[in-house]
């Protein structure tokens, strides 16, 4: 689990990031600090009446929500430069700044599990378990079991689930 300092160290980093792109008048930069400082600040406001403050794993997750968000658009450019070639300057800097964006914002986040790791990750889990067979029944039980001891803040519940389909579909075949 993720230490009180490391978000700590998160946010200061946001907070240094932004004054040394306003100092060197990055506006992309300075621009999308803002964006991710506002990110975490609604969420810490959508969660102000509860007892306990965000835990760290979920204002992680709304880097990692920001990261998915811009991937997304990326994509969509990507897909409206090949359907519309005479607007390609103008899609291709889009493209540009999405990429750029998506690799600071990355670099916010812990580095995530290589598909090798979330594989040992499954195999070790399912040993420790005492399932009597490996099928599409116990995807639930490999889950939360999954859940309980991943670092989540290295994968998406999502990719994870995705791993533990293809690795049932592997092992039952």
């Known amino acids: ?64 929500g920001c990261s998915e968000k811009w991937a997304h658009a990326l994509t969509e450019y990507q897909r409206m430069l090949q359907e519309n070639p005479s607007r390609a300057d103008d899609i291709a800097k889009a493209i540009e700044k999405e990429r750029i964006e998506l690799e600071v914002i990355k670099s916010y986040l812990p580095e995530p599990y290589t598909p090798a790791e979330i594989v040992a990750l499954i195999d070790r889990t399912v040993r420790t378990m005492d399932l009597p067979t490996i099928d599409g029944k116990v995807l639930g039980k490999i889950m939360n ?29």
């Open 1 to 64: 689990m993720l230490s009180r300092r490391f978000f700590s160290s998160i946010r200061e980093r946001l907070q240094k990031d932004l004054i040394t792109a306003l100092k060197s008048k990055d506006t992309q930069r300075s621009g999308l600090i803002r964006q991710l400082q506002a990110e975490i600040v609604n969420f810490e406001k959508s969660k102000a009446g509860s007892a306990a403050p965000p835990s760290e794993v979920s204002l992680i997750g709304v880097l990692q």
């Open 145 to 173: 079991t999954l859940a309980a001891s991943a670092d989540l803040t290295r994968v998406t519940r999502k990719e994870l689930a995705e791993a533990v389909k293809n690795y049932i579909t592997k092992n039952t075949q």
